[in-house]
């Protein structure tokens, strides 16, 4: 969709849903339109999220190194942003996403685009150093960085 068609659009929510399932997020991006151009809509969709949103949202994400379920859009792109993760990192990601889950009591959030699995162990592994609070503030960054990209796809 184009940044016109967007700021039009009588409601985006299900656009930006897809995005990000955080009501508070979808309400602040789509209040803010008219966007003068993709900068500014980026600009207002980089947002803090709270604990409970943040534990809200993980719930819609795959772990990193399973095949997201389903169909969709948020499916497709959940695909396309693990894409570095290959056969012979999948496997490490089963140990290493029980260890992480089983310290933190989520899954593991990282922004994966663009990078290699052997990368996206390395961070995980030097995350489980985190405290649990310090653990969670980071996965909702993630998943702001995640939204970013994701909007930058559905908006252009």
């Known amino acids: 969709m184009q940044l016109a068609e967007f700021n039009a659009a009588a409601d985006p929510r299900a656009v930006l849903t897809e995005c990000l399932a955080v009501p508070r997020w979808v309400d602040t991006v789509r209040s803010g339109r008219p966007y003068a151009d993709l900068e500014g809509l980026l600009a207002a969709a980089d947002l803090v999220l709270e604990p409970d949103e943040i534990r809200a ?3 819609a994400h795959p772990r990193i190194g399973e ?3 389903g169909e969709g859009t948020g499916a497709e792109w959940s695909r396309s942003e693990q ?3 290959d056969g012979s990192t999948a496997e490490k990601f089963l140990a290493a996403n029980a260890e992480y889950e089983a310290r933190f009591g989520h899954v593991y959030l990282v922004c994966a685009s663009g990078r290699s699995g052997e990368e996206l162990l390395e961070i995980l592994r030097s995350r489980l150093g985190n405290d649990p609070d310090t653990e969670l503030r980071i996965a909702g960054e993630e998943l702001v960085k995640i939204a970013k990209l994701r909007l930058a796809k559905a908006v252009r």
């Open 83 to 85: 894409s570095g993760v």
């Open 67 to 69: 095949k997201p379920k």
């Open 57 to 59: 949202a993980m719930a």
